[in-house]
């Protein structure tokens, strides 16, 4: 069985996240990273894009995700880890790395970044 790896680097958002009600307001900047385990077998043998994970959806859910206002960006990517693991059976194993460009901290800073990984139970 090829296992092998899916991923989308560098999604950008405009969006309203944030634990301020200021930041909901105006929003950022934000990037997504998702990296998806997955069984390759039926893609690598057929060269069909029903054995694989279709970028295109796996976009739109992210992107879905990234429209709903959080506070916090642990709370966006268990949202867009659950939402990916919903919809996209073949996904054995995801990361997915959410960054808000030029956090409020008070000095510089160009991005802070959480990443959360999970595995399909």
């Given at each position: 069985m090829p296992?092998?790896?899916?991923a989308l680097e560098?999604?950008?958002f405009y969006a309203y996240h944030g634990f301020y009600e200021e930041e909901r307001k105006i929003g950022n900047k934000y990037s997504v990273d998702v990296r998806i385990r997955t069984d390759f077998t039926q893609g690598a043998e057929q060269d069909e894009l029903l054995g694989t994970v279709n970028y295109e959806t796996l976009y739109k859910l992210v992107k879905e995700q990234m429209e709903?206002?959080?506070k916090l960006l642990e709370s966006v990517g268990q949202k867009i880890i659950n939402s990916i693991l919903d919809n996209l059976l073949e996904v054995m194993e995801i990361e997915?790395?959410?960054s808000k460009h030029n956090p409020p901290i008070g000095g510089i800073c160009e991005r802070s970044?959480?990443?959360l990984k999970q595995k399909r139970k």
């Open positions: 296992e092998g790896i899916v560098g999604m950008e709903i206002p959080n997915v790395s959410v970044r959480v990443t």
